[in-house]
């Protein structure tokens, strides 16, 4: 078995597919994980059935990449259906468009979030904090249409860890904006790009890429910033950074935190989650 970076119990290795604004972060960078997986036996005999397989968790994933985009675009699209003038949207859309989101799914998901269509969306976003086994604080974003479902949940995913009140982890977390972009030729300098564009800070990302952190008014600019200076916005939310990560060298222990965080990641009304945990 090949255990994925953030996912410790699998039997697939991680294959990179399409940006998602899935921001899970199991580590302070603020990267967004992979999590499409391929079959990594070779025996020809088994080579149908594998590649069926594939295709099933390469449908699911992406189902839920979609799932999880609609519900905020449909958030965004209540400040206004044209992401010329809505900048949040704007992002959102971008971020659809490099997920090969149909057209016609997104553009139903405007006009809901908008008010455009009867039986228009009525999400709420909600925020959990607490802790993960051994103490590592945790805070999560749902996006629900039924309060009390969303609160249940959490209750009994929290079990293993601990459900805290507000405030109780999100003083140790600041909120920014983390904009993810790719250098379009080798002179592209990240730390001049930072000081160009407006960034506040930097630091690697996957394959490459630059993680960029904003203050969260500044995000839309250091976006549009970004271009001149050599680089390719692939992701770009407003979202929870560590102040001090929690770090656990024991295997055993990290497998729980693990386990934990996968839980809360499968819940439909989950859209992102933060953690505290080094990497």
Same mark, same amino acid.
């Given at each position: ?51 069926? =397989? ?33 900048? =949040? ?18 553009? =139903? ?15 709420? =976003? ?154």
């Amino acid at each position: 078995p090949n255990p994925s970076p953030s996912y410790g119990r699998t039997e697939y290795s991680v294959c990179e597919i399409e940006p998602t604004l899935h921001w899970r972060q199991y580590a302070p960078s603020g990267k967004i994980p992979k999590k499409f997986f391929k079959p990594t036996d070779k025996r020809t005999d088994m080579g149908a059935q594998w590649k069926a =397989r594939h295709k099933e968790i390469a449908a699911n994933a992406k189902g839920k990449i979609f799932g999880k985009l609609a519900k905020e675009i449909m958030v965004a699209a209540k400040g206004g259906a044209d992401p010329d003038s809505n900048s =949040r949207l704007r992002l959102v859309v971008e971020q659809a468009k490099k997920a090969s989101m149909p057209k016609d799914t997104l553009d =139903r998901a405007i006009k809901k979030g908008a008010g455009l269509l009867d039986g228009g969306a009525q999400l709420e =976003r909600l925020v959990y904090e607490g802790f993960a086994p051994h103490r590592v604080p945790v805070i999560v974003e749902c996006l629900s249409d039924n309060v009390n479902r969303t609160k249940s949940s959490m209750n009994v995913l929290f079990r293993k860890g601990q459900l805290g009140t507000e405030g109780s982890v999100s003083w140790d977390f600041s909120y920014v904006g983390m904009i993810e972009a790719t250098p379009n030729n080798k002179e592209a300098d990240p730390e001049v790009a930072a000081i160009e564009a407006g960034a506040q800070d930097l630091e690697p990302s996957e394959e490459g890429a630059t993680l960029f952190i904003t203050d969260v008014t500044d995000m839309d600019t250091v976006c549009k910033a970004l271009p001149a200076q050599g680089f390719t916005v692939v992701s770009a939310q407003l979202g929870y950074r560590p102040k001090n990560p929690v770090t656990i060298a024991n295997e055993a222990e990290l497998e729980e935190v693990q386990a934990f965080l996968e839980a809360i990641d499968e819940d439909d009304d989950v859209q992102n989650v933060y953690v505290g945990l080094a990497g």
